[in-house]
Nanobody, 120 residues
Framework: QVQLAESGGGLVQPGGPLRLSCAAS????????MSWYRQAPGREREMVGRISSSGSTYYGDSVKGRFTISRDNAKNTVYLQMNSLKPEDTAVYYCHADVTITGRARTNYWGRGTQVTVSP
């Protein structure tokens, strides 16, 4: 079994930064793509950023130029550095990982989410 544990969410003023972390643990052989998604009440879940095992990145249009996704493969951890935050960034942020487990199967996992609130 694989678990994803997000941390770093909280309350921040507009324009401020937050750094989210997501650590994967369990029966992991390797981790392929890792992603951050977000979902606000009444809205569809949105992909914020994705990073491959080789470091290639992709960002949603709404966060380009403000957010940076990175990873530490030795720690099985993905990060999301969020700068210039706006009230519309308020959402629950979810970590996602495409994992090859120890038995060599490839499976998707989701974290439980961490709340980010951007407000004066």
């Amino acid at each position: 079994q694989v678990q994803l544990a997000e941390s770093g969410g909280g309350l921040v003023q507009p324009g401020g930064p937050l750094r989210l972390s997501c650590a994967a643990s369990g029966s992991i052989f390797s981790i392929n793509d890792m992603s951050w998604y977000r979902q606000a009440p009444g809205r569809e879940r949105e992909m914020v950023g994705r990073i491959s095992s080789s470091g290639s990145t992709y960002y949603g249009d709404s966060v380009k130029g403000r957010f940076t996704i990175s990873r530490d493969n030795a720690k099985n951890t993905v990060y999301l550095q969020m700068n210039s935050l706006k009230p519309e960034d308020t959402a629950v942020y979810y970590c996602h990982a495409d994992v090859t487990i120890t038995g060599r199967a490839r499976t998707n996992y989701w974290g439980r989410g961490t709340q980010v609130t951007v407000s004066p």
